[in-house]
Each structure stands twice: as C-alpha cells, then as structure tokens.
C-alpha cells in the first residue's frame, strides 16, 4: 500500500463490504455490494415497496382493522380476520469466499510495510515485489465488485463519509501525533495522504466515479487507455490522485465482473493452472529482485521518472497490468470457498488496516526491524509470522469493539431521513 518513501515515518472491503460472496451459486446469488469492510446491512425490505423497512411495513400489516358491517343484517358482524403478515425475508447469510480473500490480502499489507528496512537483502525484496504485484490490485478489483450497485442505497451513500472521510480524517490525525512522539518534526496535510491513508481517498473517488463507469459501452478499455496515458504526466499525490489513475483499470474491471465469472476460476483444471502462474510469477520475482526497480510496483510512477521513453513506458505498464491480473486471478482460483478459521476474522478488515501502522512505526523507529540477523530468509519468515499473527489480533472482535467509535462512526444526526413517498 505504500512505496519504500511514504513507508517511512516521515511521510482495504461486511466494510465494508459485503453480505455474501461468490463461493456458491444458487438464491443467494447475485451478493449485495457494500464498502469493503462494513459489517453493516440495510434493514430488510418486504411486501415488495421500495424503500419500506420491515419495522414500518410490519407496524402496518398489524393496525387494527375496522371491522365492516354486513348491509340488511341485525346481529353484530363478527370482526375481520386479521390478513395474515408476509414473512419478513431473512437476512442473507455471508458466503466465506470474500471474507477469507480480504483476510489473507490484509494480512500482506503489514507484512509489506515490515519488509521496507531489510530490502537490502534480495530474499526481502523479492518477496517485497511479489506480494506488491497483486495484493493491492486484488483489493482494488474487490472493492470494485462491492461497488456495483453502491449508489442503489442511501446507507451505502452516507459511508462515504461514515467510512472514508471521517476515518481519514482521523487517522492522519493520529499518525501526525504519533510521528512527533517518536521524535519526528510535525507534519500534517490532509490533502497529501500520509504513508497507508491513501487508499481510503481513492477508493472514495473511485466510488464516486463509479456511474460514469456504469454507463459506459467499453468501460474496461477506457480505463485501460487512461491509465496508459497517465504514465505520461507526473501526477501529483495529492489526494491519492497518483493512485486513483493507477489502479483505476483494477476497479472498473471488478465493476463489470459477475458471480458467474468467479464461478469459472472454481474448475480444477484452473487451479492447476494458478499454482504455476504464482510459482512462475516467484521466480521472476526472485530473478529480478537483485537489479528491479521497485517504483513500477506501487502503480503511480510517470514514465518520466522511471527514465522511460513513452513506448517503453506504455510496454512496461501494460505488462504490469497483465502480470498483475493473472497473479489476481491465480489467488481468486485457490482462496477456499468454505468457511475456515480465519473467516470471520475478514468481516474486520478495516482495524488491521488502519491500526497496523502503529506497531509497524514504532518497531522502525526503535530498530526492531532492521536487526542484522533479519537481513535473509530466516528473517523474511520471522516478519512473515508476526505480521500474519498481527493481523490476527487486529482483525478480532474484541479490536473491533475497542475502535469502533473512532473507526466506524455512527452519525445518524448527519443526514437527512429519506422520504416514504
């Protein structure tokens, strides 16, 4: 989520995101989209009334019912009977093919930040490189297939600021205080996105350009056209903009994707083939790690910068953009699709994302990370490991129940009551 610069002290998603997921076909299918990591859901419509919540619809179906007398008779008429209430439709049960997807992709954002000090030792960097070539881009592709109908509901509305800005906020707040505890200058710009806060900036400018995508004939190969050309301007960082043209063909490919396309990744005959797309995509990691460039990873870089010329450029990204789908596509084929240990812990991706940071900092700072013996492979699966436990530990519950006031804001006062009419 960040380069080797903005890694330093000095400079991701229910979520957000969803109720189900495309593990198995059936009623449940298509899944409902939401932010990425929001466990939250809209009240459950019934009786087929658009925008009527099951609580106002039920209070309706149980009014008293005037009872109407018969014309010509003299006894009292029995009373009405009562219309029977329609079932409210039961919630729909999470499927555990995203939520295992976001946790194994969010445990690779410490564990990439963790690896920025021993760089130097060509087992960091190719791992470094490996893990930069697909897991954001894998993010991006998922929030984008959560943001399919975004724009559908007025809750979903509201958490681009419940979500995104307010978080954002925040957290750039927080890591401005924590930097000057450990001893660094202050330095706060909101508009310029300090180290991992970028995503959430993008990802909101993402979703707010996600009808213009949704009307288009071809948006896949727009978005592929605009991110080529990107790379021949230095575009600015300021308010994730470098990001937002960089990735931008990975979410407007997971808006168009549908649960049948992550159907054909569950043959084996796929599987097989992913196994060796991700050992080979390995190798060549593991080849280049010694002399490779690590800018091009981060997917914001002008060809200018790199020193390219403008075809040499174009080639390069294009050959990201293709290794970095099929490694994405690879993952997608092997994640399980039933429910494992680490399921639920996907539902909270939100708190390893944005709380990571911490621990990471101040282990820099005090030279935990940068501890000679860390420099090779034993060291590599030492990070690995206590990344992958961190993010363990930031994905529980009981973090969630902490945080949830400063990271998941209920702000209810903020926002108009939609209409009944």
Same mark, same amino acid.
């Given at each position: 989520m960040s380069d080797t610069r903005s890694s330093s002290p000095v400079t991701p998603p229910r979520s957000a995101e969803d109720v189900g997921g495309p593990a198995q076909t059936g009623a449940r299918w298509?899944?409902?989209?939401?932010? %990425?990591?929001?466990?939250?859901?809209?009240?459950?419509? /019934?009786?087929?009334?658009?925008? @009527?919540?099951? $609580? #106002?619809?039920?209070?309706?179906?149980?009014?008293?019912q005037r009872a109407i007398p018969a014309v010509? @008779?003299? #006894?009292?008429p029995e009373p009405a009977p009562e219309p029977e209430q329609e079932p409210q439709q039961p919630r729909r049960k999470r499927d555990p093919f995203l939520d295992n997807v976001k946790f194994l992709l969010i445990a690779l954002v410490p564990m990439g930040h963790s690896l920025v000090p021993t760089l130097a030792a060509d087992s960091s960097r190719a791992l470094y490189i490996f893990i930069y070539t697909f897991h954001m881009p894998l993010f991006v592709i998922i929030s984008g297939y959560l943001s399919r109908n975004f724009w559908n509901s007025n809750a979903k509305t509201n958490k681009l600021v419940d979500t995104f800005l307010v978080p954002y906020v925040i957290v750039e707040v927080g890591y401005a205080v924590l930097r000057t505890a450990l001893g660094q200058k202050w330095s706060l710009t909101i508009i310029d996105p300090a180290w991992l806060n970028w995503y959430l900036l993008a990802l909101l400018f993402w979703r707010l350009s996600t009808p213009v995508w949704k009307r288009m004939k071809y948006p896949v190969p727009v978005s592929i056209a605009i991110y080529l050309f990107a790379g021949l301007s230095s /575009?600015?960082? $300021?308010f994730s903009m470098d990001r937002f043209f960089g990735l931008m063909p990975f979410f407007v490919i997971g808006l168009v994707l549908q649960p049948e396309h992550f159907e054909l990744l569950n043959r084996r005959w796929i599987k097989i083939l992913a196994v060796f797309t991700l050992l080979a995509a390995a190798g060549v990691a593991i080849y280049i790690a010694p002399h490779a460039k690590l800018s091009p990873f981060y997917y914001k870089a002008s060809y200018h910068s790199l020193d390219l010329s403008w075809y040499m450029g174009i080639g390069l990204r294009t050959g990201l953009l293709i290794c970095g789908l099929a490694m994405c %596509?690879?993952?997608l084929a092997l994640v399980p699709r039933r429910e494992t240990w680490f399921? $639920?812990?996907?539902? @909270?991706?939100?708190?390893?994302?944005?709380?990571h940071g911490i621990p990471v900092l101040i282990a820099k700072d005090q030279g935990w990370l940068s501890l000679p013996w860390l420099y090779g492979p034993l060291g590599v699966l030492a990070i690995c490991s206590t990344c992958f436990a961190l993010a363990i530990v930031l994905c529980l519950p009981v973090t969630r129940t902490v945080f949830k006031w400063v990271l998941e804001p209920r702000l209810t006062w903020l926002y108009r009551r939609p209409s009944r009419n």
């Open positions: 298509p899944l409902p989209e939401e932010a %990425f990591w929001s466990e939250a859901n809209d009240p459950p419509l /019934i009786g087929g009334a658009p925008g @009527r919540r099951a $609580d #106002e619809a039920a209070a309706e179906l149980t009014a008293p010509g @008779r003299l #006894e009292h /575009i600015s960082g $300021d %596509f690879a993952v399921t $639920d812990l996907g539902t @909270r991706t939100l708190y390893c994302y944005l709380l």
